[in-house]
């Protein structure tokens, strides 16, 4: 009886191990495809503003070594009947050099909707003053949501820590 159950956990520890990754940069890519805005935004009636949002990919850990972090960008439409248009999303290093542009169309949040984007625990483009720039357009009156969630783990041990964005100008 003893072997059995030994068997069955054995079988059971081999399927979760071999379980296919899901690729967050694809699944990431595929969710802002359903949101790019394919028209002209008429801008007239809406407020722009840029919000600067601090990341940390990277962080120090015991003076002398660094640590690796995946940082998940969230962008939140806050507001309960306007839809949120996002028009820039730029990655900045900590010489605040520019990485890469995340949003090359605009994309639209509808009403409560949140888009994401990841940065890989093995990705240190960043460094340890990492930060984005998103430009955004509105109606409403509520402020978006944007921030920037930091976590890993290893072993029993785990760090996360969450950052907000600041708006720089409207």
Do not use: W
């Not at 028209?39 to 722009?48: G, P, R, V």
């Not at 507001?79 to 090359?104: A, H, R």
């Not at 625990?121 to 955004?136: C, L, P, Q």
């Amino acid at each position: 009886m003893k072997n059995i159950l030994a068997l069955i956990i054995l079988a059971l520890a081999f399927v979760s191990c071999t379980e296919e990754k899901r690729n967050v940069t694809e699944d990431n890519k595929l969710s802002f495809e359903k949101n790019y805005y394919h028209q002209a935004i008429d801008t007239s009636l809406m407020d722009m503003k840029t919000i600067y949002l601090p990341a940390y990919p990277v962080i120090h850990h015991r003076y002398v070594n660094t640590y690796g972090l995946t940082v998940t960008i969230s962008l939140r439409n806050t507001s309960l009947k306007d839809t949120l248009f996002v028009t820039k999303g730029d990655y900045y290093n900590t010489l605040g050099d520019k990485i890469s542009n995340n949003i090359d169309k605009p994309i639209f949040l509808r009403p409560l909707e949140t888009v994401e984007i990841v940065v890989a625990e093995t990705d240190n483009t960043g460094g340890t003053g990492a930060n984005f720039i998103f430009d955004y357009y509105s109606q409403s009156k509520s402020t978006p949501l944007f921030q920037a969630v930091m976590i890993s783990t290893a072993g029993q041990q785990g760090i996360s820590f969450v950052t907000e964005g600041v708006v720089i100008s409207e």
